[in-house]
């Protein structure tokens, strides 16, 4: 798993960053990162040779989409090896959005996503994978259209229809 884990530690240095984030109408949001779990477990309690998998989860502390509040325990993203393969799972929310779309890939299916470039602030992105909603629950007013993801850095923002949100600001205690 030590090379499927690029995904968290490219991204993340402690386990304790805070990742300030701006929307195109100038509000703010902010995910704390409150660490980064490492640990094996089999894939169901009722197996009689239960296959091991090994977790690493991105866990934080970010907006509830629906309400004016803060929820703690919310994982970021999750990347799961096993016999099977390995497979990437994201969660990703914040202040008044909510990515609706796939959210679990496997690895293969990850990989072939094209990086494209990403400008925010003039900071340049040139790894970064653009992941489109397959339009379920659009009808929401907290529907995502797409969120970015740059391999080496994380997460770098969505898109919903009426508002874009892009990180301007990563503080690494």
């Given amino acids: 798993m ?3 884990a690029v995904l968290i530690r490219g991204s993340l240095h402690q386990g304790s960053e805070i990742l300030i984030f701006e929307s195109d109408k100038q509000d703010q949001d902010t995910i704390f990162v409150v660490g980064i779990e490492n640990y094996s477990t089999s894939f169901g309690p009722m197996e009689l040779f239960p296959d091991e998998h090994e977790i690493y989860r991105v866990n934080t502390k970010r907006t509830d989409p629906n309400y004016d509040r803060y929820l703690e325990g919310k994982s970021l993203i ?3 090896a096993g016999e099977g393969g390995t497979s990437i799972w994201f969660d990703i ?10 959210y679990v890939f496997d690895k293969s299916e990850f990989e072939k996503i094209p990086l494209t470039e990403l ?3 003039g900071s340049k992105y040139n790894d970064v994978k653009v ?3 397959d339009g379920s629950y659009q009808e929401r007013d907290n529907y995502a259209e797409r969120f970015y993801w740059s391999v080496e ?5 969505l898109d919903r229809r009426d ?6 600001k990563k503080y690494v205690p």
Wanted: aromatic share 16%.
């Fill in 2 to 4: 030590d090379n499927q």
């Fill in 78 to 80: 999750e990347l799961v």
């Fill in 93 to 102: 929310a914040m202040k008044r959005s909510w990515y609706y779309g796939k």
């Fill in 119 to 121: 400008n925010i602030n």
């Fill in 131 to 133: 992941i489109e909603s």
């Fill in 153 to 157: 850095n994380g997460f770098l923002g």
């Fill in 163 to 168: 508002e874009k949100w892009r990180l301007i």
